[in-house]
């Protein structure tokens, strides 16, 4: 079977193909094939909601972001070489005051390198913490014969628990992006079981529209994850939490 062709005439309203071009060319520049928080640039030109992020490089800027972003807060550590953050003791949630900011980061600097003395600490990346939610996770992967996978399900750790994901070959229209998400078994978590409130399914619809055309723009995207992305309940948005992105070798 072929890779499926894409449709010319598909276009994704919002996106700014020469601006995520912009942000690879910075990225294989330097030999740069996982780009840092600059990946986050690529989402947003393409439209994808993100949570506002600052990055920081020393304890005074972490906290002086922390105060002009208003509480509670997630800190998250930045290294080239730490993908699993939580492994390492890498993530602080439910920040509430420029203290205790300043004490994660302290935390993080001395204790991350007794597990990982290879990793070179760039510094943290602060943002907004959203209440409530489901995390789902979007991902893919660039088949030798079928092109990119697509990938969606629960996020967080329950994608690599329950491995309850839906798989489609990009590009995907929006009749298929819906079947991917009412695919997995969790759909019912989604959709608003026991008398929750559903989640934002539109808007999870329309981030899956927008990373089929993405890694179908860029065939040099080996391979893609938002993980977590946070859905929130029904008009009220999904927003990308946290992205990796390796770019080919050549």
């Not at 991902?139 to 092109?147: A, E, H, L, S, Y």
């Not at 994608?159 to 590009?171: C, G, N, Q, S, T």
């Amino acid at each position: 079977m072929s890779m499926k062709q894409v449709d010319p005439a598909f276009t994704v309203s919002g996106s700014d193909k020469a601006l995520a071009d912009e942000i690879f060319k910075a990225a294989l520049d330097v030999q740069r094939r996982t780009p840092g928080l600059e990946s986050l640039g690529i989402l947003e030109a393409y439209g994808i909601p993100v949570v506002k992020t600052v990055f920081a490089k020393t304890e005074e800027e972490a906290v002086k972001a922390a105060e002009e972003m208003g509480y509670p807060l997630v800190m998250k550590v930045v290294s080239p070489q730490i993908s699993h953050k939580s492994d390492v003791g890498g993530i602080r949630l439910s920040l509430q005051s420029g203290d205790e900011v300043r004490a994660a980061y302290l935390g993080m600097m001395e204790k991350i390198p007794e597990k990982r003395p290879d990793a070179v600490l760039e510094g943290v990346q602060i943002q907004k913490m959203l209440s409530g939610g489901n995390e789902v996770i979007i991902g893919m992967i660039r088949d030798p014969t079928f092109g990119p996978m697509l990938m969606f399900g629960l996020g967080g750790v329950y994608v690599e628990i329950l491995k309850d994901v839906r798989f489609a070959i990009a590009p995907v229209n929006e009749k298929e992006a819906r079947e991917m998400i009412k695919g997995i078994k969790a759909y019912p978590l989604l959709a608003g079981a026991r008398g929750a409130k559903p989640s934002d399914i539109d808007a999870l619809v329309d981030a899956i529209l927008r990373i089929s055309r993405l890694v179908c723009d860029f065939p040099e995207i080996e391979e893609f994850e938002i993980n977590p992305m946070m859905v929130l309940e029904e008009r009220k948005g999904a927003f990308a939490v946290d992205m990796r992105l390796t770019l080919k070798k050549n």
